[in-house]
């Protein structure tokens, strides 16, 4: 067996899309936010994800972030556009666009909101694919879709060179060892963990890259933690993923009483690097909501305590 | 308290959205299927629903679809536009284009997709209302959103006038009951149960309407029982929704080994109107697929068997 | 076909089990209940329920209630005798037990905890019903067995003889009804639904009895009830049943931020037998908590509205 | 911070129990299993868990198999002894004979068919532990359970003196790691994993030990991965682990369309361990079924490849 070359590997953060007050995409803040990711020595920009807030803005919000991540990022490093719709041509219609912005790879989720049975989950991929030339990674978010990505599923998809890499956000770290273990026999497929908190973990497992959210607030330590794995340094990467992990807890900042779990993640990460000076404001889209005066002051203690402030 | 007049009752249909074999709007066919059921004696329709293919048709087929039911429906009766977007931002540009496009009243569900709190779907109502003048039907469909609106958030919306009726296709009867006794103080409140099977006993507890997906197959059926119910001949209700019930079994026709809810309902529906020559072609969007000429075979027989062939 | 003459029918209330302070089964409360129902009409009684508290006491606790529960009922009515236990071994030796103490029937569920097929259920079934000589209700409640009877399997059941009937307590109206319009031919069978809020609506969809926990606190509505439907005067049962629901609100007395769905039924429904005079102590089994001062008063105050104070 | 010293730490498998075929306790082949297991250098047992069948056997055959083991283990290794019952009052009982029946611990679930709140949860545990002396391990099994332990209760329970330790058997692999940073601080506590195919991971987030029910099959390979983690050599670790799932799908070898999660897992350990001579029969409890004679097959298969035939 040839040695693997994943096509995406390393620490490809989901990149946040900053906004204006009144609601708009900030394209200085997210310019700045992608200089600050590079410079951290990312390697690759996921756009338009669950963090992205992909499935809370409208198609020319969502055209214009990519449009400026792919410009900002200049080439050097890899762009992955999210392309999160609820099912088969309304997905082919983002990932055309997507296209035609600029993106190297697009991440696609299994249909929502429609009823699907597994086989036509399976077509959804298929017909997709074949529509659109770009490099397609599936994207395992069960928490949103509500349907659970096999690691069958996966691999067979893999094996007629449909799914190109798998993204994982489904807290389930045994199944996605199966896809790990099975793709090893595919040179460019990409195993990406999403499971910001298990990265030394999953990197054990043999993944070949990781998704974080948390990354777009502390960049430069899940590039520590990365290489810290890729080079079996393993007591190192468990205490730099200990230390992220209590820093992941700026996502317990938003009361669980008024809010969802976007806001809780999304709100906290914008607050987080507001504070920290890389954009401008810690806006959301409704109708979730800001993070409070106190919350924030959570947010900012927890910064602190990672010497992030 | 001054007697109820709900803004909208009676039979309503989610009209099923007709599609040429390359997938785009059938025109013809819907403005046929359209005249089909207001001669039936329907007493609104729902474009745009889950039944109408929402979540699987593009923006622009959308549009369409929609433009043709008003124009087709020609004043006779309203239309109700659903707005099946993930969150609120997304919603308002559906309502506002369901707005200039003709459509009597919109329909909403929780935001999906998105991991929203209770709190935040009572402010998605609100921003949605405040943003869009037309009437606002409540859509709770936890099938496909996975959230299900409660009976206490339902009646406080209704009380500050953010909400103008439920579409009820949970499954709860209960609930819905809740939210009938609760609404009773709320002189155009429209309570509309999409479950279809249990017409009687839902009329018993005081519906103002049903929105049933089989509708589009026998609307003469659902507008006789609709009556039989307003005139307390309990007995005729109840016979008629067992026949109903008998013929709803069609969703059984495609198999559950290949195919998904949407398929086997959806896709049941537009053969059962082809069948009938209604429309001309049972396609439908992928990734569902068409039923066989097996599975035709049987929608076919059980038509037979309510005398609709 | 020859007339249907279901085997149980009726107001059958599944009767709590009054404990007295340390918790042991008192006897002469659960004397003055059983007569309490009896008297008030009632057409059978259902021990050892998920209202009797039946995972919540010992196996001696178990069978000190049934035993009274027959004594005390002295064959005026049928005693119907819940076997709540994880498998099928276990569920034969609690039938075993029930058949001695003279129970008319046993209620039985799927396994739980134990992770079985569909097929290993209806197989549970079958070995159940071969090791027992007594008529078997099928009882599905899915939110505690977290499996859900589907009326195919309930159906195929009953035309083997495995199943004499169904106690419906899974809040699935349409999937009751199925097994309604199935067991038409089965003359004996006994479709109960414990949906106590839907009683009237599901008599007029066919069922032969009803089985209410909030039987145990007004039986004399229910009874009243089951008599407006028998007789086709569906406006009194639905004012009936509307007086009944509001009573029902007593299982929301307990606070939903310190109570689990248990605590907050059973608990209610002893707090307002003691209030009533009926039974002498509201205690329950632990984990569960007897309902604080404050929420007895507002299930007093609810005993007031409805007359029964 | 004093070192760590956990009660119970390295491989405890759940030992299965041992059936003749008409469904009593195989004493001899329960003692052949537990010579095989301490022979091959397990550091604990865990009687009457999930995989030794506890919710299939009646009370009488519980208490056999714990008698049994006991007698069999004779002090070499400590005895853990499954309590899973529905409610409190119920496992009070169990761990009182457990405990006469000398067992060194009790392993104890939150209730389960009851409906419950938190904080009837942590009542559940802290009502046990007052009425029985034993070390008290909580068993978080939400497949079987249907109610996660949280981190947060677990560490409160912990703090009290309530749970001396955690058998984690959720998939949450994020949360079991978010207890074992938590429970640093607590000298004796022992957080053992029972996610067999992640040990390696889970050692790397700071397990104390694991429960594989497939350490009854191959006890060797799981002691082998133990000590590799223990003395970081995690590549040995991962290999070992690699080739202890690939024989883990012994448990897909009896077909998913006739056999649910128990019988494909205790089903397979039993074949499994007939194939190598430990146990005379691979007899289960109903409503579960042996493995057909193909799919003994395939048991026999993987265990060639896996050199253990």
Redesign the interface.
């Known amino acids: 067996m040839s040695p693997r070359k994943p096509r995406f590997s390393g620490v490809i953060p989901p990149v946040i899309t900053p906004l204006t007050p009144d609601?708009e995409v900030d394209a200085a803040s997210l310019e700045r936010l992608v200089e600050f990711l590079i410079e951290a020595g990312v390697d690759g920009l996921f756009a338009l994800g669950s963090s992205g807030e992909a499935?809370?803005?409208?198609d020319a919000r969502r055209d214009k972030a990519l449009e400026v991540v792919v410009r900002a990022a200049a080439g050097r490093v890899p762009v992955l556009a999210g392309c999160?719709e609820?099912?088969?041509?309304?997905v082919i219609?983002r990932a055309q666009i997507a296209g035609k912005l600029g993106a190297d790879a697009i991440v696609v989720t299994a249909?929502?909101?429609?009823?699907?049975?597994p086989?036509?989950?399976d077509?959804?991929f298929r017909?997709v694919k074949s529509a659109v030339g770009l490099p397609l990674l599936a994207y395992d978010v069960p928490?949103?879709?509500?349907t659970k990505l096999t690691a069958d599923q996966i691999l067979s998809l893999a094996a007629d060179g449909v799914v190109d890499g798998l993204k994982d956000s489904s807290?389930?770290?045994?199944g996605f060892?199966?896809v790990v273990?099975g793709a090893a026999r595919f040179a460019e497929f990409s195993a990406l963990t999403g499971?910001e908190?298990?990265v030394?973990?999953?990197m054990?497992?043999?993944a070949d890259g990781v998704v974080p959210g948390l990354g777009n607030v502390d960049p430069h330590g899940y590039v520590r933690l990365f290489r810290a794995c890729a080079e079996?340094r393993?007591?190192d990467a468990?205490a730099e993923q200990?230390r992220l992990?209590d820093l992941f807890r700026i996502v317990e900042a938003a009361s669980?009483?008024?809010?969802?779990?976007?806001?809780r993640g999304v709100g906290a990460f914008k607050t987080a690097l507001a504070l920290r000076g890389v954009i401008a404001h810690a806006a959301v889209?409704?109708?979730?909501?800001e993070l409070t005066d106190e919350e924030t002051r959570v947010v900012a203690a927890r910064l602190e305590e990672a010497g992030l402030l």
């Open positions: 609601g499935a809370f803005l409208t999160i609820t099912t088969t041509t309304r219609e249909p929502f909101y429609a009823r699907v049975h086989v036509e989950v077509r959804h017909v928490v949103s879709v509500h807290g389930d770290d045994a060892r199966r273990r499971h908190v298990m030394d973990a999953m054990l497992a043999g079996g393993w007591d468990r200990d992990t669980a009483a008024t809010a969802g779990g976007s806001t889209t409704a109708p979730m909501r």
